[in-house]
Structures are given as structure tokens and as C-alpha cells.
């Protein structure tokens, strides 16, 4: 037993790589002197190096570990790599941050670390007990982190109230798995698939087990009617774990979402089907209309980010392979362009997260148009328009819904963009075409934010001009999909 | 269905305890005298005098202590399954054993360096990113 067990340990290196580094971290920043505790932003980024070094051994590995709890296969590798390139802008983004605001550099990055390790273990879980705890890891890193300005009452309100809540959609999601290890005597997804297949299982059970567990992803993915916490904790939380919560943690629940509802619960299709369509429609409208009214640009962007998860939502209702590779990369654009523009809005709200208004980019495109520039082409791509990737990244679901014969969805998802792209040429309408207040400050630049800016429109426009490549490694990951 | 019929039990022992608690509850309510006076409807402290209102806020570094505590409660049980079989599970099952100590080992040092394991105000110690 202990020989195989062994043998199966390299499936998991990059989660193990990523742990012992983020523990590293801990204790060097415990026991450095603090002049050299800055250190710990390069030994994460070489922790994420490592680590993508281990993912990327696993490619072409397709079966499943540990008596069935971790499969590897291209899906699980796609978004281990995703969340690595998430993992890796956030800490760039925010070591600079940690120092503008005081905050101990050395927990914020082993945080981060740490809740990688749980969006890998959700993306490569294949039972329900697994997924379970993947998310526990992610949710209490991400408890810490919203709330790490611990003298700042936003902060902690928004670490408080995604506790209270993410405790809540957790006692649902525990109670889905309950049931439906109650109704299939198993809590593996392949083998919940067998059992209802094979007609075994009590499916009013199986129905309400679907139902809660929907309830817990739906809460983690921020989509209607259980989106409500979002706009306060994006406002409220350091304006980096903003952007990462508002792209790792969407990201992870998706994938959980998918593969529970693909692999588990495929024979249940014609009643989950109902639910996903339901709230993807709710989820674009609500999240758009919404936005169109915000004045604080951090709630813009969290009511955007809620209008996003339901154009992935269009591509979960697929259920085909096409959508999911969608689902792929727009996970991974998306991830881009959001981060790419919450990092600017950190830089633009100054000290202590103060100018996060709409009035306070008046007049950036002339006072620092480099950054405006780069502000205008996040929030085109966020929009959905042509040669960025966020254009590709629709069409690619839009496309997939068609196939599927989901006209409507699509035909939905199409008018939902054009109700964004009000609220965010509103932002570029500002910055070019109104004067700066005469009590101007300069924004500051550190190089750490201008490499993730920098990377982040390379990766749209790469992404948006040239969609072929990734678009194609999104369908070859899915092709082994079962 | 048998394993449904295996859940019975929990229902036996639920409707067993609901019925244990109202029937004492009521019989002794029929039996007992009834004798009230300002210490008897006061509510019970462990014996201490209640003073003032009970909705205080509590001091957060008694929840720091509670979470430390937790840690190494929640260790003991699962070291305890693992010491049982140890000897069948060999090296292998020695070697995770440690890590997982050691893995701990790094929290209680962590939080003691930071100072957190002291009873003075934290406001007094500085922010985190001094210590």
C-alpha cells in the first residue's frame, strides 16, 4: 500500500511545492530582520515558477490518484495553469501594495500560496469530500486575506460578512453531499455518475442534492440570487484580493461546478439544465443593470464581475465540449483583463484605498495617458470589444450556446454586452474628457504593478488578435474530458 | 432502500431523546414545589454574581487562545487513529506523521514569534509588518 501510495505523489507536486514554499515564507518572514522580509514576493513568484515547471510535467497524464480522490487530466492541468498565472499577477500586484499600505508582505504572499493550493486541489478533485476541502483551503485564505488590513473597518466588514456567508453556502454545499451520499452510497463523481445510471439511486434525493450544491458553487461563483455579498467585500477588501477574488476563486467554482455536474450528475441534466439557464439570465441582467448606476468604480467591478459569471453560466448550459473549452479560456482572459484593471484602480485610489470614484479619473488620460491607455483597453476587452480577448472569449460561448440550439441564451448574452459597454466607456469617457481637479496628485508607479499591467495587455491583445492557440489548447484539454 | 432503513436508528434515538426530555421535564414540574426568589430566577453563572449586560464585547485575543487550543485538540485525534496502526503502515505512514507535526510545529512557532501568545494589547506591539 505505502509503495503505490508513493509512487502516486508526483500528481501532486505542484500543491506540495506551493505549500512548503508558502510555510517557508511564513518562517522567514517570522524570523528575518525586516529590512530583508521583501524577499518573500521573489520566493513566491519562484514558488509559482517551480510549481508551473511541475504542472507542465503532468501533461499528457489522464487517470485518476489516491483511490480515486485527485484525477489529473488536461481539464484539472489547463486550470492549475490558470490559477498559477492568477496567482502570480496577484502577488506581483500586490507587493507593492503590502508596502504602500504597512501591511506584513511575507502573510499576504503565503496566503496567496495557500489558497492556490485550494483552487488546484477543487480543479483536480474528483470526489465531493475533496472538493470539499479544496474549497475550505481556498475560503479560509481568503477569509485572512480580505480582512488583512485589520485596523481598517471596510476591510474587516468585508472579511466578516464573506465569512458569515461563506460559512452558510458551505453548510449547503455539506448538506448536497449528504444527500446524495445518501441517495448513491459514494461520494467519488464517477461512480455518483454509475449509480444513477444504472438506476440505483432514489433521484427526488439526487434532485435536492443537486439543488444545494448548486446553492454552495453559486455562492463561491457570486451568480443571482446568491451574489449579494460581492459588491461589498470587492469594496471593502485590499484592492488586490479584490482582483483575485473576483478571478481565482470564480474561476475554481466553475470548474468545480462543471465537472460535479458533468461527471456526477449528467442523467440529471433535464433538471439542472432549468436552474443554470435560470440563473445565467438573472445573473447577466442583474450584474449589468446594476452596474450602469455605481459611482465607486470597485463596485462597478464587482457588479461586472457578477455579469461575467453569467456569460460563463451560458457556457455551462452547454454541457457540450465546445462550451467548456470556452468556459477555458475565458476563464483565463477574463482573469487578465480583471486583474489587469483592479491593479490600476489600486495605484489610482492612492493611499489607504481612498479615491475609488468615478470623479477621481478625471482628467488621467492627460495627466498619465500610459496608464489611461492601458485602463481603456482592460475595460474594452471587459466590454466584449473586437481584437481583445474578452471579444474572443464571447464569441467563443456565444458560439458554443448556438450549437447547443441555445438561441435564446445567446441572443441574451449578445444584448447583456451591449448594456456593459455603457458603463465601461463611461470610466474611459471620464478619464479622456474631463478636466483634472487642480489638487491633481501624480499616481504612483512602482515596477511590480507596471510589470502586471504590462503582461496583462500583452496577454489580451496576444489572446484577442491571435485567439487560434489558446483556443485550440482549450479544446485539446477537454477532448479527454469524461 | 436498506440503507435508509439503516438511518431508522437515528430516529429511534432522536424520538427516544425528544421523549426522555419532555417526559422529566414534565414530571418533575408536577411533583416539585414552587418557591421562587430573586436568586433562584437570576441566571446561573457557574456560581458568580451576574453583573451587567451579557452583550459585551469579548476580548478577540480569548478567541487566538480558543483557535491554538483547537489546533492541537483537532491533532491528538488524528494522531491517535494513526498510532494505533502504525506499525502496520511501516515508514511511509511515520514520515507523513511528522510532516504533519512539523507543519504545526510552524504555526505554534509562527504565532509565538509574532508575539500573539501575550496577554498585552496588541495595539501596544505595533502592526504586524513591524514585528
Redesign the interface.
Known sequence: MDGSLALEIPQIFPEIALSVFGIAILLLDTFLPKSKRHAATGIALAAIALTAVFTLGLVGEDGTFFSGMIVVDGFSIFLRITFLVVGALTVLASSSYATRENLAVGEFQALVLFAIVGMNLMAASNELIMIFLGLETLSIASYILLGIKRSDAKSNEAALKYFLLGSFSSAFMLYGIALAYGATRTTNLEAIGREIAAGSAGMTLIYVAVGLLFVGFGFKVAVVPFHVWTPDVYEGAPTPISAFMSVGPKAAGFAVLVRVLMVAFPAAYAKWLGLVWLSAVLTMFVGNCVALVQSNIKRMLAYSSIAHAGYILVAVATRNQEGVAALLFYTLTYALMNIGAFTIVSLVSRQGDRKTYLDDYAGLGFKQPGLAAALSIFLLSLAGIPLTAGFAGKFFIFRAALESKFVWLAIIGVLNSAISVYYYLRVIVVMYMKEAPDDWSPVAMSSSAIAVIALSVLGILQFGIFPDMLISLARSSVIGYR | MP??LQ?ANVLVFLAVGIFFLVFSLTLSSLVRPYKYSAEKLSPYECGENPVGSPWIQFNIRFYVFALIFIVFDVEVVFLVPWAVVFKK?????FVEGLIFIA?LA?GL??VW??GDLQWVRPEERG?????
Open positions: 440503507m435508509m438511518f503502515l511501516g515508514m511511509f505512514a507543519i510552524v512557532a509562527y514569534a509574532k502592526s504586524l509588518a513591524e514585528r
